[in-house]
């Protein structure tokens, strides 16, 4: 069955183009939700001046996408998260963390775009593809590194002051909440 599409769908077409689908799909799914209308030359008439205009920012959009992918191609994300001894992370590296930490150094980066099969897990070097658009790929280089005392340790000096200050303060609330319960 032909039919008219009145909105963009993934993976079938743009608002405006005529499709062939299943006639299950078109009467059970298409024209209920209002999505598309039966192909007849009425209905390509009155959404011609609207395909126009969603194809003019479609282009602008894909040009943006374009110039985001250039930008950001090659760029290093690197991410502090703790971890044992062994280099196994105390939860994992997500498409969120990665997309965060691209969006601080000035990428125009969506969290969805970044395509992670799954989390990471280990500290190391991982490259990590992103998804613009279909045709529309980068990849970033992601270094996942330990933080917390081991890298107080490395960098010495105020970060090992900081780090050793909290677990004093722990000690201190841990005693006056001990000298509240003796009263």
């Known amino acids: 069955m032909k039919v008219l599409l009145v909105e963009d769908i993934d993976k079938l077409g743009w ?4 499709v062939e689908v299943n006639e299950g799909y078109a009467r059970n799914y298409l024209l209920p939700q209002g999505l598309a209308r039966p192909a007849t030359d009425a209905n390509i ?9 969603r194809a003019e920012v479609r282009h602008v959009e894909i040009k943006r996408l374009e ?10 994300a690197v991410i502090a998260s703790k971890a044992n001894e062994q280099g196994h992370l105390f939860g994992s590296v997500t498409e969120k963390h990665i997309a965060e930490n691209l969006r601080a150094q ?3 980066v969506a969290d969805e775009v970044v395509q ?19 045709e529309l790929t980068a990849t970033v280089s992601v270094v996942v590194v330990a933080e917390g005392p081991e890298l107080g340790v490395v960098q010495g000096g105020a970060e090992t002051e900081t780090v050793s200050a909290e677990p004093r303060q722990v000690g201190k609330q841990e005693v006056d909440s001990g000298q509240n319960d003796s009263q």
């Not at 608002?15 to 005529?18: A, E, I, K, Q, S």
């Open 106 to 108: 000035g990428f125009a």
């Open 67 to 76: 110039q985001a992918c250039a930008a950001v191609k090659g760029a290093e």
């Open 45 to 53: 008439r009155a959404i011609a001046d609207e395909k126009a205009k």
């Open 116 to 134: 992670l099969g799954e989390h990471i897990k280990q500290l190391g070097s991982y490259q990590v593809k992103l998804k613009f658009a279909d």
């Open 15 to 18: 608002l405006g183009d005529v």
